[in-house]
């Protein structure tokens, strides 16, 4: 009873209030995984989430280099767009957002393909700084940890198992980004069966995420959610509005319910643009 107790839900982001209704509720001490196709908005949505929650977060960005990262997280926190705060940064002007930052809870890591053994040695150093574990710990992304094994997806399920261990030992949420199948339409979530190395047994929830660059629609489906509704289709899925300069999205929408059968058609040439999020 003690230890289920202390896996108390992770505070409430407003702009997520109907995600929560449906009964996606995260929790320290799990697993949490977001997926998608390149350029879905994996790293803009779990960074803006960190940010929004205010949680002492260790965040290993091997994906997204540490101008990117912080451009990004600045324009969040300031409203800012990226390109304005990049300027700044180069321009030598960059005490403003010093001091934006030194209000931030995230501890970056920028290592480009750290191993596990790496990321226990991160994790050390972050305790044996500040004497507590981080409260949440992102990796972005999966294919970038090393898991030393010559065999791919052999290495991919081992990163996965030790992760889930990390979640249960250190009680901190950690949320891992990984890809999903390039197939079907790239501007509605994958079904779960899309994500790539055959390792959807052991994070506890899971979303799959899109980027409809035509109007701007972030997409979220909650494909997995033990003890709680899901949909493996990818069908029922909440949008979000994407502000890619800003790094930021605003408040979800009444939840859309997509026919099975859309999933594998491919769309119009003239949406192909990816953001790079």
């Not at 790496?118 to 050390?124: K, S, T």
């Not at 994407?242 to 009444?254: D, G, I, V």
Request: with cysteine; proline share 5%; aromatic share 10%.
């Amino acid at each position: 009873m003690i230890r289920a107790g202390q896996a108390e839900p992770l505070p409430r982001v407003q702009e997520l209030t109907n995600l929560y209704n449906y009964g996606f509720l995260p929790r320290r001490g799990q697993f949490l995984m977001i997926a998608g196709q390149p350029g879905a908005g994996k790293s803009a949505f779990a960074l803006w989430w960190a940010v929004k929650m205010n949680l002492r977060t260790l965040y290993f960005s091997a994906d997204m280099d540490a101008f990117t990262a912080v451009t990004r997280l600045a324009a969040c926190m300031t409203g800012l767009t990226i390109d304005s705060v990049g300027a700044a940064i180069e321009n030598g002007q960059a005490d403003y957002f010093d001091d934006v930052l030194d209000t931030s809870h995230i501890q970056f890591c920028f290592d480009s393909g750290p191993t596990l053994m790496d990321m226990a040695d991160e994790l050390d150093a972050y305790v044996e700084t500040w004497d507590f574990f981080p409260e949440l710990i992102v990796i972005d992304n999966a294919m970038n940890v090393e898991a030393e094994m010559g065999e791919e997806h052999a290495g991919l399920r081992l990163v996965f198992k030790e992760v889930h261990r990390l979640a249960r030992e250190s009680g901190a949420a950690v949320f891992m980004l990984h890809h999903t199948r390039e197939e079907g339409d790239p501007f509605t979530p994958q079904p779960r069966s899309a994500i790539q190395g055959k390792v959807a047994q052991l994070p506890e929830r899971i979303l799959t995420v899109a980027l409809d660059t035509h109007d701007m629609a972030f997409r979220v489906a909650p494909v997995k959610n033990r003890s709680g509704k899901q949909d493996a289709s990818g069908g029922t899925y909440f949008s979000m509005n994407a502000l890619p300069e800003r790094a930021s999205f605003q408040s979800f929408q009444t939840p859309t319910f997509r026919s099975v059968d859309l999933i594998g058609q491919d769309d119009e040439d003239d949406r192909q643009e990816s953001w790079g999020w």
